[in-house]
């Protein structure tokens, strides 16, 4: 390795010595994947209140406070779409994955697959 090998490689490192600069916040990898990748924001459903007791830390008894219950899914629509507009993951899923040498690779290659009459017309 030469000098210049050594200087050049020193430089590269000095670029990316910190490569996470640019998501470092929760803001900020919402944008960059949201840009790059079409990100599908999960969705909060409120789903009611409870009571919990807590411990009081001025008068050391127990209390009862209010709990808002909420539940978080993605959008299984949006995301199978945002899926299927790249063209690599669309095409992996319309070509035919059945194994032509007898070896098994995938699900299709296995016997739950072939008796399958959920599957029967992906044959």
């Known amino acids: 390795m030469t000098d210049s090998d050594v200087v050049r490689l020193q430089q590269r490192l000095q670029q990316y010595q910190k490569p996470f600069d640019l998501v470092d916040t929760p803001y900020k990898r919402t944008t960059f994947f949201r840009k790059q990748f079409g990100l599908v924001e ?9 009571y ?5 830390p001025a008068t ?16 299984i629509l949006q995301l199978i779409q945002l899926l299927f507009s ?10 035919s994955h059945i194994s032509v040498d007898g070896l098994m690779y995938d699900f299709c290659d296995g016997s739950v697959f ?10």
């Open 42 to 50: 999960p969705k909060c459903v409120f789903l009611g209140n409870r």
């Open 52 to 56: 919990d007791q807590r411990l009081d």
């Open 60 to 75: 050391g008894f127990m209390r009862q406070i209010i709990k808002r219950d909420t539940f978080q899914y993605v959008p």
């Open 86 to 95: 790249d063209a690599s993951i669309f095409r992996e899923t319309v070509q």
């Open 114 to 123: 072939k008796g399958s009459p959920l599957f029967a017309e992906d044959k």
